[in-house]
């Protein structure tokens, strides 16, 4: 049974910075697509950065040059680091995997679309104020 678990969330002045933790347990050797999404409430699921079995990072463009997505495969975990944080990216953020995927669809933000990915976290609520 996959089961993923976000941690590392909090609250955080407008500036600051913050990393993100994933464990993965369960996950199914071979290839996979992973990544972090965030939502508000009220607003649509955003995708925030990917990464393939390549190591290919990927970036939504509202946090390009101040996210940073990687993984420590020895651990099974993924992180997200977050820098230079602003009230707009007060959210709920949610670790996410397709840990089958074939490449038959792009794992790349923006394309990579959030009902792709068969497992969920629970969220970590990460709260900017300014």
């Known amino acids: 049974q996959v089961q993923l678990a976000e941690s590392g969330g909090g609250s955080v002045q407008s500036g600051g910075s913050l990393r993100l933790s994933c464990t993965i347990s369960?996950?199914?050797?071979?290839?996979?697509?992973m990544a972090w999404f965030r939502q508000e409430p009220g607003k649509e699921r955003e995708g925030v950065a990917s990464?393939?079995?390549?190591?290919?990072?990927s970036y939504g463009e509202s946090v390009k040059g101040r996210f940073t997505i990687s993984q420590d495969n020895s651990k099974n975990t993924l992180y997200l680091q977050l820098t230079d944080v602003n009230p707009e990216d007060t959210a709920m953020y949610y670790c996410?995997?397709?840990?089958?995927?074939?490449?038959?669809?792009?794992?790349?933000?923006?394309?990579?679309?959030?009902?792709?990915?068969?497992?969920w976290g629970k969220g970590t609520q990460v709260t900017v104020s300014s």
């Open positions: 990464i393939d079995r390549d190591g290919r990072p």
């Open positions: 369960g996950f199914p050797h071979g290839s996979y697509c």
């Open positions: 996410a995997a397709d840990g089958d995927w074939s490449g038959g669809y792009s794992c790349a933000l923006p394309r990579l679309e959030y009902w792709r990915m068969d497992y």
